[in-house]
């Protein structure tokens, strides 16, 4: 009976080829001793092989001989099964080449193994882990104040300072890159006919956390306006007039809190968190090439090529935005708050698939993924705005309303109202909740290097978008009660990555 091959070291025989092979020199066979290179017996009791010529005589006369193989236990019976005569169908006696020791075998000649399926993919379980740096747009900017104090005239009708009409916006300046982690751990579940290999896999991507904020103060006293108070100096859609030689709107109803204050600030934030689940079908290399080595060593290695596979499955996606804008007149009977957070919950279904090129060393290919989704998404507004009627600026109309004249007014629409002598306050607490379709795209480039046949490093640029969001500032007006929620932002992402994988 021959011993089943001992499985070979991969990682070694992925470091180092083995030695020259040492055959027996030709005067061993010529002496008339067992040759110490043969190959072991073949198994059973009924097998027929040609003889040697050197056994021949031997068996010329028909006689039969019971030769037992003193390792395995087992016998081996020969006849003479040829009608002619001749030598070429007689039975193989004790001293032919087959007649071996076991420690010799085929598999001590074999080269050493670089292949697709000792080396490549050559294991059970895989994890990846992942650092990114991902920079994010801030999606289309809104104006939240403006500050008018270039406007203000003396009673000469010359402008008390000269500067221009200064703005603050929800992109001013924007996100910078985020790091954040990625993990994806699979399992192999086997490989089918058509040499591929299938497995199933989880990944995360995530604990990305952009954030931005600007500070807007006027260059004189309580002359900052909302831009998003429609009948207001910053955003009225009364007019334009043509005051200093620009063109302004003609507002003069004020949001307490908002309106004729000296200083504005906002501070944004957003965190994106990824979970899927997918299973992926991927091709293999072709076949195995075999490599003359310099020392005349033969070696067998993986053949140069193109590796596509494919994958589907399930996606989860949370983002989560907030943004809070505060508003300081000179004194603190005028101040506002205005504070709101969105929840995104994406769920649903993602397909793609990855094309590498693949040597011994270096890998390089792109990744291509696209997803539909249900967006659950959620909003609640947090505001509060007081205003002094009593510390209300000059008005920057003395062309139109004449000097000494001023003609602001607070809202009295606003929810919650309520006046006490010349303070004037308001507040407001909602929540609202959609469900809306929204599409995922990603794509990758990347480069990989193997160190070994288990380890490997990555680089990669990644891009991925988003659409059908409820972002922080489209959900920012003073029309709280009768607005829905504004589900239709649309958020890009780039950056790169370096990842590392072990298989085993």
């Known amino acids: 009976?021959?011993?089943?091959?001992?499985?070979?070291?991969?990682?070694?025989?992925?470091?180092?080829?083995?030695p020259p092979l040492d055959f027996p020199d030709a005067s061993a066979g010529e002496s008339g001793s067992v040759p110490p290179y043969r190959l072991p017996l073949p198994e059973g009791s009924g097998g027929s092989t040609k003889s040697d010529p050197q056994t021949s005589e031997k068996s010329d006369s028909g006689e039969s001989a019971?030769?037992?193989?003193?390792?395995?236990?087992?016998?081996?019976?020969?006849?003479?099964?040829?009608?002619?005569?001749?030598?070429?169908?007689?039975w193989l006696l004790e001293e032919s080449m087959y007649n071996e020791p076991e420690e010799y075998q085929l598999r001590d000649f074999l080269a050493p193994v670089f292949s697709s399926g000792d080396w490549y993919r050559n294991g059970?379980?895989?994890?990846?882990?992942?650092?990114?740096?991902?920079?994010?747009?801030?999606?289309?900017?809104?104006?939240?104040a403006l500050d008018l104090s270039g406007l203000a005239t003396g009673t000469s009708g010359a402008p008390i300072v000269d500067t221009p009409i200064n703005q603050i916006t929800t992109r001013h300046k924007g996100f910078r890159f985020e790091p954040g982690l990625g993990l994806t751990m699979g399992r192999y579940l086997g490989r089918?006919?058509?040499?591929?290999?299938?497995?199933?896999?989880?990944?995360?991507?995530?604990?990305?956390?952009?954030?931005?904020d600007l500070t807007l103060a006027s260059a004189l006293q309580s002359e900052l306006f909302t831009a998003l108070n429609k009948t207001g100096p910053g955003g009225s859609t009364r007019g334009p007039i043509t005051l200093g030689g620009q063109s302004v709107p003609l507002g003069?109803?004020?949001?307490?809190?908002?309106?004729?204050?000296?200083?504005?600030?906002?501070?944004?934030?957003?965190?994106?968190?990824?979970?899927?689940?997918?299973?992926?079908?991927?091709?293999?290399?072709g076949r195995d090439r075999m490599v003359a080595m310099p020392d005349g060593t033969w070696t067998r290695q993986i053949t140069d090529g193109g590796v596509p596979?494919?994958?589907?499955?399930?996606?989860?996606?949370s983002l989560e935005e907030r943004l809070l804008w505060l508003s300081r007149g000179a004194g603190t009977n005028?101040?506002?708050?205005?504070?709101?957070?969105?929840?995104?919950?994406?769920?649903?279904?993602?397909?793609?698939?990855?094309?590498?090129?693949?040597?011994?060393?270096?890998?390089?290919?792109?990744?291509?993924?696209?997803?539909?989704?249900?967006?659950?998404?959620?909003?609640?507004?947090?505001?509060?705005?007081?205003?002094?009627?009593?510390?209300?600026?000059?008005?920057?109309?003395?062309?139109?309303?004449?000097?000494?004249?001023?003609?602001?007014?607070?809202?009295?629409?606003?929810?919650?109202?309520?006046?006490?002598?010349?303070?004037?306050?308001?507040?407001?607490?909602?929540?609202?909740?959609?469900?809306?379709?929204?599409?995922?795209?990603?794509?990758?480039?990347?480069?990989?290097?193997?160190?070994?046949?288990?380890l490997s490093f990555r680089m990669a640029w990644d891009m991925f978008w988003i659409n059908g969001l409820a972002m922080a500032p489209y959900q920012v007006h003073f029309e709280p009660e009768n607005a829905k929620i504004n589900a239709g932002g649309n958020v890009f992402f780039t950056g790169l990555s370096v990842s590392g994988q072990w298989v085993w």
């Not at 009976?1 to 083995?18: F, G, K, S, T, Y």
């Not at 965190?271 to 290399?285: G, I, M, Q, T």
């Not at 006490?420 to 990989?448: C, H, I, N, P």
């Open 1 to 18: 009976m021959v011993r089943p091959a001992i499985a070979q070291d991969v990682w070694d025989l992925a470091i180092e080829d083995l």
């Open 66 to 90: 019971d030769t037992e193989k003193g390792d395995a236990g087992s016998t081996a019976s020969s006849t003479n099964s040829s009608s002619d005569g001749d030598a070429s169908g007689e």
């Open 124 to 144: 059970h379980w895989y994890v990846d882990t992942t650092a990114a740096g991902i920079w994010r747009s801030s999606g289309k900017p809104k104006v939240l």
């Open 192 to 212: 089918d006919y058509f040499n591929r290999d299938a497995s199933v896999e989880f990944g995360f991507l995530g604990l990305f956390d952009w954030d931005t």
């Open 252 to 285: 003069v109803t004020l949001i307490p809190g908002f309106d004729a204050v000296d200083t504005q600030e906002f501070a944004y934030s957003s965190d994106f968190d990824s979970f899927e689940l997918n299973v992926r079908l991927s091709h293999r290399p």
């Open 309 to 317: 596979s494919f994958f589907a499955g399930m996606r989860y996606i």
């Open 334 to 454: 005028s101040q506002g708050r205005y504070q709101v957070k969105t929840n995104n919950a994406l769920f649903g279904l993602q397909f793609g698939g990855d094309y590498k090129w693949v040597t011994k060393t270096w890998s390089a290919g792109a990744m291509g993924k696209v997803g539909a989704y249900v967006n659950f998404a959620d909003m609640r507004r947090d505001i509060f705005g007081t205003g002094d009627g009593g510390s209300l600026p000059e008005s920057i109309y003395q062309e139109v309303f004449g000097p000494g004249v001023n003609p602001y007014v607070f809202a009295d629409n606003l929810p919650s109202r309520s006046q006490s002598g010349d303070q004037v306050s308001w507040r407001y607490s909602g929540a609202q909740r959609t469900s809306v379709y929204s599409v995922f795209l990603e794509t990758k480039m990347f480069t990989q290097y193997n160190v070994n046949p288990n």
